[in-house]
């Protein structure tokens, strides 16, 4: 074999493909995972401090509006059970959404 | 998913949100890429494999930056070559004979044990800008014009270290050393 050859020989070797690696793909999967959780959950501090200063406001305000207190109370069962609803049906269009990008 | 859809498709679906479309460019890229950094770092697979996971993470956290979606593997090679230095710089490289290349030699047929350690020196021997051209170039079959942006180095350089590569490598093989 010429030289020439020979390194056309070593660079054909060279090219053969690696074995793909499921391992790999795997543990990659993984870590993506976990950072994506870290950032949805660094991405909800703003909106967590923003509610807390919030309702911080809102108790010192109802404090001192004792009628506002007493008509919350009388609606207090009816906007419970609006929350609730309101609730499960974002959180199922929010979980089907998430359910079909994957 | 539809495993027909071309990068261009998955990179859109990724960056809208999919990590079952990121993980399907990774499936598609990660063999060539661990290629790329094991035959330019003329390391371990392990080291290899561990920097890739790397490129694919900081690849994910960036995917808003690639600028043309249908050209993403030069990207991720891009992305490697620049945490391939940086681990290259981290530490020194004693190692006169490259690993990865004398596997490379072993699996060819038609060489001798002395061209196998031969090939296996010389690409030792050659600089990290040497070794990452003559991979992209002559083993992946890349233009000089490719490997020129995802190295980010200017074309002439590139020219000159696959032709220096080459003759370098063709020498060790008992060819004539003029680049």
Known sequence: MTPDQKLSALLTTAARPEPQGFAFSADLAQRIARRRAIYNILAMVPVMLAAAALLWTLDGLLKRQQALIDLISALAPGLLNLALVLFLTLGGRMLSKALDRR | ????????????????GSDAAFMRLVQRHEAALRGFLRRSLGGSAAEAEDLAQEVFLTAWGHLGRLKDPARVRSWLCGIGWRKAQDRLRSRRRDATRDGAWLEIADATPGLSGEDRLAVAQAMGELTQGQRACITLCLVEGWSHAEASEALDLPLGTVKSYVDRGRARLLAALGGSHDA
Do not use: H
């Open chain 2, 1 to 16: 998913m539809n495993t027909g859809w071309g990068d261009e498709a998955l990179v859109a679906a990724a960056r809208a």
